[in-house]
């Protein structure tokens, strides 16, 4: 069935690079997301891609797409105290849905 | 901001009550989609509407209903709640059936 797997934390310093890391199992995903969930806020949708590209850049963010094996990646640059969140991977399988992940929790230590 | 707005913003209530949560979606979203968020479940897809018609249900238990009205907002109707229905809602909205989703800020519900 169709399943989104990510870690359930990750912890980095202050001015390091973060990777977060995600698993899917539908080939037939069109697009592919991450969100940031701030302590106490709703999801805000960070960046996509979609399924024919390899790579995204958006500022600090780089996205790879791995689509043969299924894998899909957050890079963050420069980490701040700020980008402590929870950040969502999810995927838009076949039909209507979007199947998201557990959530990976990022610590930054300053 | 998103566009999505939700209210109330918190509600604490007590097991058996029924409680109605709102949501306005993005202007010119058609698609509204619950989910429920706990610390032991993650997030749920419950049930999406479009354009006022069920779409597609999730995990979505029997004493739960919702609806979309002519406006396009939408209700998520909670019934002989339970402890165990602690959470938070997120309401999120999209432009058709497959967009991409934008959330609300949620509504958190305590049941005491």
């Known amino acids: 069935g169709e399943d989104v797997e990510q870690s359930l934390f990750l912890s980095v310093r202050e001015g390091d690079s973060s990777v977060i890391n995600c698993t899917y199992t539908d080939s037939s995903s069109t697009y592919l997301y991450w969100y940031k969930q701030e302590p106490g806020a709703g999801l805000q949708l960070l960046t996509y891609i979609f399924s024919n590209m390899d790579m995204k850049q958006d500022q600090r963010l780089t996205v790879l797409l791995n689509k043969k094996d299924k894998h899909l990646s957050l890079r963050i640059a420069d980490t701040q105290t700020g980008d402590s969140a929870i950040y969502f991977c999810?995927?838009?399988?076949?039909?209507?849905?979007?199947?998201f992940g557990a959530g990976t929790r990022l610590f930054v230590k300053a | 901001d998103s566009g999505v707005t939700q209210t109330p913003k918190h509600l604490i209530t007590a097991t058996g009550q029924r409680v109605t949560l709102r949501c306005s979606p993005r202007?010119?979203?058609?698609?509204v989609y619950w989910y429920q968020q706990s610390l032991d479940q993650g997030l749920q897809f419950l049930i999406q509407?479009?354009?006022?018609?069920?779409?597609a249900k999730g995990n979505i238990l029997e004493r739960f209903s919702a609806q979309q009205f002519p406006d396009l907002h939408s209700e998520l109707n909670l019934s002989s709640l339970e402890l165990g229905d602690s959470a938070l809602y997120f309401c999120?909205?999209?432009?058709?059936?497959?967009?991409?989703?934008?959330f609300g800020p949620g509504t958190r519900l305590t049941v005491l």
């Open positions: 509407y479009y354009n006022g018609e069920e779409r």
């Open positions: 999810a995927e838009k399988a076949g039909g209507f849905k979007t199947i």
């Open positions: 999120a909205s999209s432009v058709a059936t497959a967009d991409t989703q934008y």
């Open positions: 202007s010119g979203d058609l698609s």
